[in-house]
């Protein structure tokens, strides 16, 4: 059971990647990827999750170092044939890691990867509005377990800021505690932002 975002020597990874497999030609193909998935990254230390996002397949990978670029190669290489995909990196450094202190026995089965591209002048205020309210509020329901968040470190990441979050369920987005959480002041400002919302929040299951 995976409980936290770790690499193999228990530190929160610095380097993530994302694949976004556009309309994959046919269900199976959908399948066939996330198959091709965990046997490729059987052996290799990272972390992913993955799953279907509308009508895309969405692929994320955690690891320690660069060294996933070699694994996500010979990924698309193998699946080459499923139609268009689009590739994003983000490099960071871990600013918050809170697990939720609500006491459950169901394990984690799903992470949520929030990736934003924040403008520069918005930065401040969207560090503040995690570390003021969103991260307490989210961690007060049980089927929310942890909430990592990372800034970015490298200008040529495809986003600034990323949030790794931790679920026992993929309909957590229902729960009146985070619905709350969702019309707050603070957030709702954000929200006017066209750049706040435009990646989506799929909650992806736990490949590995």
Do not use: C, K
Not at 78 to 107: I, K, N, Q
Not at 143 to 165: E, F, G, N, P
Not at 182 to 204: C, H, I, K, M
């Amino acid at each position: 059971m995976i409980t936290t975002v770790l690499n193999d020597n228990g530190q929160a990874p610095r380097f993530l990647a994302a694949v976004r497999y556009r309309r994959p030609s046919a269900t199976a193909a959908a399948v066939n990827i996330g198959a091709l998935v965990a046997e490729v990254v059987t052996g290799s230390g990272l972390l992913s999750s993955g799953g279907v996002v509308g009508d895309d397949f969405q692929v994320w990978f955690a690891a320690g170092a660069a060294s996933v670029d070699g694994v996500l190669d010979d990924l698309l290489g193998r699946t080459s044939s499923f139609g268009e995909w689009e590739r994003g990196t983000f490099v960071g450094e871990l600013a918050e890691d809170r697990a939720s202190a609500v006491p459950t026995e169901e394990p984690s089965a799903f992470r949520m990867f929030v990736a934003v591209d924040v403008p520069t002048e918005s930065l401040g205020d969207v560090d503040y509005w995690y570390a003021a309210e969103h991260t307490e509020w989210l961690l007060r329901t049980p089927t929310w377990r942890r909430v990592s968040r990372y800034t970015s470190v490298d200008v040529r990441a495809t986003w600034s800021r990323l949030a790794v979050h931790e679920l026992t369920s993929n309909d957590v987005m229902a729960d009146p505690v985070v619905i709350a959480s969702t019309v707050t002041p603070l957030r709702s400002a954000l929200a006017q932002n066209e750049w706040f919302l435009r990646e989506g929040r799929p909650a992806l299951p736990i490949l590995n």
